[in-house]
């Protein structure tokens, strides 16, 4: 056996491999860490696979806390995508909170931050 | 909570058992048909359809609460229907249903009617792949339809030996005999597809060793697995040893012993079908933590040492006759006396040298970074690095910092290119928990209860930028694959919104300067925008942390980044680096295609962070 095999062989067994099975968040608009200055008119999350809109919720809090999205809540892109509605936000930090439930009824959940330059 | 939960994966198996046994009687009746059971066998299936259908509607409600997060009994009343027409959970299940309905409804009439119940059972089975990791997965059809395939094949043997055991407790030996005969070929086929199929299914969920070792999914698939060989071994006694016997003299002792086994068997079944619910109820393995269970894990450094290769395969030589003389001593059991003495002083002899094989390692070994390698990851790691960690690593992480006078055991140089050999999760678990001297004091202090394991990986982000930015400051490369670090972008042109969703392409990215655009590659920015600055073309970084990072990674400091320039590869990996006014000048639109070109034809192949691969 060449050592490239062994090799080979045992980093494929051991190399992790990253197939799809829970809802994670695979882009976010805007997104994490973002310090933008033109604020987002949507929320949008994109999941790594198919989820149900009906238990997928999202939520974004002002830098007190507060609710401050419009609620109005829409699918897309075969139901990877969800979308949340946003009004005109001033400046600040704001905090993006989300929990998913996919199509084979696992649960995920996490937030991330972005901020709206003066 | 936790009860209700084993409760609901427990009726999802024996809802999953009732649907195989269902479709393995109906399906026995046609192919194996024995003389004399026929209604008998009929009534057995619709029975077992029954019981589908009742254990189904339990599994529904239960799932139905965890869908909708209720534990309230208003709330869950409720969300019933909305889960039963709003979810696809509750479409395939209200179908399952209508299909078990049918079936309890038509297979006591005609033997027409026999076979559309047999084919609407085998349905409600086969959707099963819909509502599991399977249908969710990004190959969502290809796996369904594997694990179709894998659950009708179950059906067909495990759901057919109920039926089996009814035919050995009340036919005749000769119909008996017959009975099996006939099953046989029927089971083996079976078998075949359900180990082909479980292993399509069961790697992308595993994924790895580790993932099988060190999660709950792991453990229980292996459970399965051993529940699976127990049976086939029953399977193989009943074949090669018992039919055949079943009407000749003794037939009595075999039948008895064969009726033993097949019900040894069924229930051996059924906990394979309730480890099956579970795998279904768990996370699969590649999207749990693994906690990796031993003290040491094969070292893929030793396997590369051509000499150390060379002990070792000795090593195993030496062990696998052992294993054979054991064999062979178990099996002619006058040769005992030499044999086994002989392999016990060979696996004495040779054991011990496997130890070289081994590297210590740790339960987090094989954990990934969660951080995604971003610009703030790497900004945060730094900040801390400086308030944890300075005093005895040194300001630039030389192992020179104040508290390293008078220790023993030097602080370790992180700028060294020894780093690269440990992957995050082993540093993870020396920054969490310290590292241990050879008297197994403390050399280095834990920070599992100072920094939470955010700020742990982040660190970990922080050194490995730091050592790359130390060896491209002295030897004007980066050693080891580097991805880019990520930072959200700003685009005009693209729909991207980070810095890693432009893969596929080439990225140059530019601090400062201003760059002719170029067809070959996205320009992306380092300063963050402000305002209308983001240009007409390409990206602009959306962070303040982007500046610092690169930075970092170029070996400079922040205020002496400007002009500097990085080419990032088609799959992310940071490739080269231009100091203001090196040539070639990028701009040069043909030099940076020639460049790309180049770099195109070869890819970068190696790891970062997750296991060590030493590249070729």
Same mark, same amino acid.
């Given at each position: 056996?060449?050592?490239?095999?062994?090799?080979?062989?045992?980093?494929?067994?051991?190399?992790?491999?990253?197939?799809?099975?829970?809802?994670?968040?695979?882009?976010?608009?805007?997104?994490?860490?973002?310090?933008?200055?033109?604020?987002?008119?949507?929320?949008?999350?994109?999941?790594?696979?198919?989820?149900?809109?009906?238990?997928?919720?999202?939520?974004?809090?002002?830098?007190?806390?507060?609710?401050?999205?419009?609620?109005?809540?829409?699918?897309?892109?075969?139901?990877?995508?969800?979308?949340?509605?946003?009004?005109?936000?001033?400046?600040?930090?704001?905090?993006?909170?989300?929990?998913?439930?996919?199509?084979?009824?696992?649960?995920?959940?996490?937030?991330?931050?972005?901020?709206?330059?003066? | 909570?936790?009860?209700?939960?084993?409760?609901?994966?427990?009726?999802?198996?024996?809802?999953?058992?009732?649907?195989?046994?269902?479709?393995?009687?109906?399906?026995?009746?046609?192919?194996?048909?024995?003389?004399?059971?026929?209604?008998?066998?009929?009534?057995?299936?619709?029975?077992?359809?029954?019981?589908?259908?009742?254990?189904?509607?339990?599994?529904?409600?239960?799932?139905?609460?965890?869908?909708?997060?209720?534990?309230?009994?208003?709330?869950?009343?409720?969300?019933?229907?909305?889960?039963?027409?709003?979810?696809?959970?509750?479409?395939?299940?209200?179908?399952?249903?209508?299909?078990?309905?049918?079936?309890?409804?038509?297979?006591?009439?005609?033997?027409?009617?026999?076979?559309?119940?047999?084919?609407?059972?085998?349905?409600?089975?086969?959707?099963?792949?819909?509502?599991?990791?399977?249908?969710?997965?990004?190959?969502?059809?290809?796996?369904?339809?594997?694990?179709?395939?894998?659950?009708?094949?179950?059906?067909?043997?495990?759901?057919?030996?109920?039926?089996?055991?009814?035919?050995?407790?009340?036919?005749?030996?000769?119909?008996?005999?017959?009975?099996?005969?006939?099953?046989?070929? =029927?089971?083996?086929?079976? %078998?075949?597809?359900?180990? +082909?199929? $479980? &292993? /399509?299914?069961?790697?992308?969920?595993?994924? !790895? #060793?580790?993932?099988?070792?060190?999660?709950?999914?792991?453990?229980?698939?292996?459970?399965?697995?051993?529940?699976?060989?127990?049976?086939?071994?029953?399977?193989?006694?009943?074949?090669?040893?018992?039919?055949?016997?079943?009407?000749?003299?003794?037939?009595?002792?075999?039948?008895?012993?064969?009726?033993?086994?097949?019900?040894?068997?069924?229930?051996?079944?059924?906990?394979?079908?309730?480890?099956?619910?579970?795998?279904?109820?768990?996370?699969?393995?590649?999207?749990?933590?693994?906690?990796?269970?031993?003290?040491?894990?094969?070292?893929?450094?030793?396997?590369?040492?051509?000499?150390?290769?060379?002990?070792?395969?000795?090593?195993?030589?030496?062990?696998?006759?052992?294993?054979?003389?054991?064999?062979?001593?178990?099996?002619? =059991?006058?040769?005992?006396? %030499?044999?086994?003495?002989? +392999?016990? $002083? &060979? /696996?004495?002899?040779?054991?011990?040298?496997? !130890? #070289?094989?081994?590297?210590?390692?740790?339960?987090?070994?094989?954990?990934?970074?969660?951080?995604?390698?971003?610009?703030?990851?790497?900004?945060?790691?730094?900040?801390?690095?400086?308030?944890?960690?300075?005093?005895?690593?040194?300001?630039?992480?030389?192992?020179?910092?104040?508290?390293?006078?008078?220790?023993?055991?030097?602080?370790?140089?992180?700028?060294?290119?020894?780093?690269?050999?440990?992957?995050?999760?082993?540093?993870?678990?020396?920054?969490?928990?310290?590292?241990?001297?050879?008297?197994?004091?403390?050399?280095?202090?834990?920070?599992?209860?100072?920094?939470?394991?955010?700020?742990?990986?982040?660190?970990?982000?922080?050194?490995?930028?730091?050592?790359?930015?130390?060896?491209?400051?002295?030897?004007?490369?980066?050693?080891?694959?580097?991805?880019?670090?990520?930072?959200?972008?700003?685009?005009?042109?693209?729909?991207?919104?980070?810095?890693?969703?432009?893969?596929?392409?080439?990225?140059?990215?530019?601090?400062?300067?201003?760059?002719?655009?170029?067809?070959?590659?996205?320009?992306?920015?380092?300063?963050?925008?402000?305002?209308?600055?983001?240009?007409?073309?390409?990206?602009?970084?959306?962070?303040?942390?982007?500046?610092?990072?690169?930075?970092?990674?170029?070996?400079?400091?922040?205020?002496?980044?400007?002009?500097?320039?990085?080419?990032?590869?088609?799959?992310?990996?940071?490739?080269?680096?231009?100091?203001?006014?090196?040539?070639?000048?990028?701009?040069?639109?043909?030099?940076?295609?020639?460049?790309?070109?180049?770099?195109?034809?070869?890819?970068?192949?190696?790891?970062?962070?997750?296991?060590?691969?030493?590249?070729?």
């Amino acid at each position: 056996m060449s050592r490239a095999f062994i090799i080979l062989v045992w980093g494929l067994l051991c190399a992790p491999t990253l197939a799809s099975a829970h809802a994670f968040l695979e882009r976010a608009h805007p997104p994490a860490g973002a310090e933008i200055h033109d604020p987002p008119a949507t929320v949008s999350l994109t999941f790594s696979e198919p989820v149900e809109p009906r238990y997928t919720s999202i939520e974004v809090q002002d830098a007190t806390g507060k609710r401050i999205d419009t609620g109005e809540k829409s699918a897309s892109g075969g139901g990877k995508t969800v979308s949340l509605g946003l009004p005109r936000l001033p400046p600040g930090r704001y905090r993006v909170l989300w929990h998913a439930t996919s199509v084979d009824t696992h649960k995920t959940e996490g937030h991330y931050i972005f901020e709206v330059l003066p | 909570m936790v009860s209700l939960d084993i409760v609901r994966i427990g009726v999802r198996g024996l809802h999953l058992a009732a649907l195989l046994a269902a479709v393995g009687t109906l399906g026995f009746v046609w192919l194996v048909a024995p003389v004399g059971l026929h209604s008998r066998l009929i009534r057995m299936g619709r029975g077992f359809a029954a019981a589908a259908l009742a254990l189904g509607g339990i599994w529904f409600s239960l799932q139905a609460a965890v869908i909708a997060g209720t534990a309230d009994w208003a709330e869950w009343a409720q969300a019933l229907p909305v889960v039963g027409l709003e979810t696809r959970f509750g479409h395939v299940l209200i179908a399952r249903t209508c299909l078990l309905v049918l079936v309890v409804g038509l297979s006591g009439r005609t033997r027409f009617g026999q076979v559309y119940a047999f084919i609407a059972a085998s349905l409600a089975l086969a959707s099963q792949g819909l509502v599991g990791h399977a249908g969710a997965a990004d190959q969502a059809w290809g796996l369904a339809t594997a694990e179709a395939l894998h659950l009708l094949a179950a059906a067909l043997w495990l759901g057919s030996l109920p039926p089996l055991l009814l035919c050995l407790l009340v036919l005749p030996a000769h119909g008996s005999r017959e009975a099996c005969e006939r099953f046989s070929p =029927l089971g083996l086929a079976a %078998v075949l597809i359900i180990a +082909a199929t $479980a &292993l /399509a299914q069961a790697w992308p969920s595993i994924g !790895s #060793l580790p993932g099988m070792l060190g999660t709950d999914y792991g453990h229980v698939a292996l459970m399965k697995l051993g529940l699976f060989i127990l049976m086939l071994v029953c399977a193989a006694w009943n074949r090669l040893v018992l039919t055949d016997r079943l009407d000749t003299v003794g037939a009595d002792r075999a039948r008895y012993w064969m009726t033993v086994s097949v019900a040894v068997e069924t229930g051996l079944g059924l906990l394979v079908v309730l480890a099956a619910g579970g795998l279904g109820s768990l996370p699969p393995a590649v999207h749990s933590v693994i906690v990796w269970p031993l003290h040491w894990t094969i070292s893929a450094g030793a396997l590369e040492d051509d000499d150390l290769r060379r002990v070792v395969a000795l090593a195993i030589i030496a062990l696998g006759v052992a294993v054979m003389m054991v064999a062979c001593g178990a099996l002619v =059991l006058r040769s005992r006396v %030499v044999t086994w003495p002989l +392999a016990l $002083a &060979l /696996a004495g002899w040779q054991g011990p040298t496997l !130890s #070289l094989f081994l590297v210590a390692a740790y339960p987090t070994s094989f954990q990934l970074s969660p951080t995604g390698f971003t610009a703030s990851a790497i900004v945060r790691g730094d900040a801390l690095f400086a308030t944890h960690c300075t005093t005895c690593h040194g300001a630039q992480g030389y192992g020179d910092g104040p508290g390293a006078i008078g220790m023993r055991i030097r602080p370790a140089d992180l700028t060294a290119g020894h780093l690269w050999d440990h992957s995050d999760g082993e540093l993870f678990w020396w920054i969490g928990h310290g590292i241990r001297g050879p008297d197994d004091s403390l050399v280095m202090p834990g920070f599992e209860h100072q920094l939470d394991p955010m700020a742990r990986w982040s660190l970990i982000d922080a050194i490995r930028a730091r050592n790359a930015g130390a060896a491209m400051h002295t030897g004007g490369n980066w050693t080891n694959p580097l991805p880019a670090p990520d930072i959200p972008l700003v685009c005009r042109t693209s729909t991207a919104d980070m810095l890693s969703q432009l893969q596929g392409r080439f990225v140059r990215v530019v601090s400062g300067s201003d760059s002719v655009s170029s067809a070959d590659v996205v320009t992306v920015r380092l300063d963050r925008a402000t305002g209308d600055a983001v240009p007409a073309s390409g990206c602009q970084s959306a962070s303040a942390d982007a500046w610092l990072a690169y930075a970092r990674i170029a070996g400079l400091e922040p205020e002496r980044l400007g002009g500097t320039e990085f080419l990032v590869d088609d799959h992310g990996w940071l490739r080269a680096l231009r100091r203001t006014g090196q040539t070639p000048d990028w701009d040069d639109g043909t030099t940076l295609s020639d460049t790309v070109r180049r770099l195109r034809t070869q890819p970068i192949t190696g790891s970062f962070g997750g296991l060590h691969v030493h590249k070729q």
